[in-house]
Structure formats: C-alpha cells, structure tokens
C-alpha cells in the first residue's frame, strides 16, 4: 500500500472507533437515565407559600409612586386589591 492509502485506511478506522464509542456513552447514558428515572422517583418538595392580601411595603411604595407620576402628583393610592 501506499502511504497516502495507509494514512486514509487508519483515518477511517479510527473515526469509525470514535463514533462507536460516543454511540457507547450516549447509549448507556440513556439506558442508567430511563433506569434510575424509572426506580428512584423524585422527591416531592413541599413549598409553603405565604399567601397575603396586603401588599408588601415596596410593593406599596412601587406603586404610589407610578400612581403620583402618572397623574403628576393628582393622584393617591387609597386601597390595593388584587383583581
């Protein structure tokens, strides 16, 4: 064989290899993914939420003041509900 040959027969030998080894890793990746999916479920987080119809001071704060410079000082913020 020539050179050049001999060059371009390893080349394809090798990017062969290397396909088949990430075709390997992305194969067993999904397969432990889909297992431990499968058999070990998620734990469930409880998230307590504090629910509150008064709005907090900068909530309060944020909107007096839009209130006051979209009515150029006219305006005031009597009562926050949330619709």
């Keep these: 064989m020539e050179p050049i040959n001999e060059a371009i027969s390893i080349m394809f030998v090798g990017m062969i290899t ?45 909107i007096a003041a839009a209130i006051d410079i979209a009515t150029k000082g006219k305006g005031k913020v009597t009562n926050i509900k949330k619709l």
């Design 18 to 62: 290397v396909f088949f080894i990430l075709f390997l890793i992305v194969g067993i990746g999904n397969v432990i993914i889909r297992l431990s999916n499968k058999y070990l479920p998620e734990e469930v987080a409880i998230i307590k939420v504090k629910k509150s119809n008064e709005p907090s001071n900068n909530t309060y704060a944020a």
